[in-house]
């Protein structure tokens, strides 16, 4: 019913009997672990990624890393509200040990 409604061809997958969205750069398959109700229609879906389908050329071989100018993918912020991935830039996580340990010399 999904797939008429949103005139997209369905295509099987490979370890569960289900269906998945063509074409599609990447695909995720997942199995549902637990959703978690906040609101009346406000669910959390927890689950677990079991396989990964990707097109040639979005995933390295050598280094299994994302081509991000590839892809182009795009992000889900909240509710209907989704974000383009073009402006990327990396944020290293601190080592906790160096945080404290400059913080006790000032």
Not at 59 to 68: K, S, V
Request: proline share 6%; aromatic share 10%.
């Amino acid at each position: 019913m999904f797939f008429d409604f949103a005139t997209l061809d369905p295509k099987d997958r490979y370890k569960r009997i289900t269906s998945t969205i063509v074409p599609r750069p990447i695909a995720l398959e997942c199995c549902r672990g637990s959703v978690l109700q906040f609101a009346e229609n406000r669910d959390l879906v927890i689950g677990e990624i079991v396989d990964l389908h990707a097109c040639d050329g979005i995933i390295g071989p050598d280094t299994l890393y994302l081509d991000w100018d590839t892809c182009n993918p795009i992000g889900r912020l909240y509710a209907d509200q989704y974000i383009r991935t073009h402006d990327r830039f990396t944020m290293r996580i601190p080592v906790l040990d160096k945080v404290m340990t400059n913080k006790s010399e000032k």
